[in-house]
Nanobody
Framework: QVQLVESGGGLVQAGGSLRLSCVAS???????VNWHRQAPGKQRELIAS???????NYPDSVKGRFTASRDNAKNTVYLQMNSLKPEDTAVYYC???????WGQGTQVTVSA
């Protein structure tokens, strides 16, 4: 069993930045970690993926603005979000996709 805890969400103005953290209860150094988001009334969206080796992938909607990174010594994965837009407002989740573990989510609200 792995517990994932996200933090770092909050209210920010458009153009601002936030850094989300996803802390795991055990080592995840060999695991791919995904970041997702879900806005009200919309389907959950995959927005970042980082492999155990640090390779990242992003959809076009966040590419160039969001950056995933990891600190394996701290069992932590980060999501740096810059140039935030109101349409980035959502609950953000991290997951271990191959093991189907999910965090509880953290709310990000971007005001115009």
């Amino acid at each position: 069993q792995v517990q994932l805890v996200e933090s770092g969400g909050g209210l920010v103005q458009a153009g601002g930045s936030l850094r989300l953290s996803c802390v795991a209860s055990t080592t995840i150094r060999f695991n791919t970690v995904n970041w997702h988001r879900q806005a009200p009334g919309k389907q959950r969206e995959l927005i970042a993926s980082i492999t155990g080796g640090g390779t990242t992938n992003y959809p076009d909607s966040v590419k160039g603005r969001f950056t995933a990174s990891r600190d394996n010594a701290k069992n932590t994965v980060y999501l740096q979000m810059n140039s935030l837009k109101p349409e980035d407002t959502a609950v953000y989740y991290c997951s271990l996709p191959l093991r189907n573990y999910w965090g509880q989510g953290t709310q990000v609200t971007v005001s115009a």
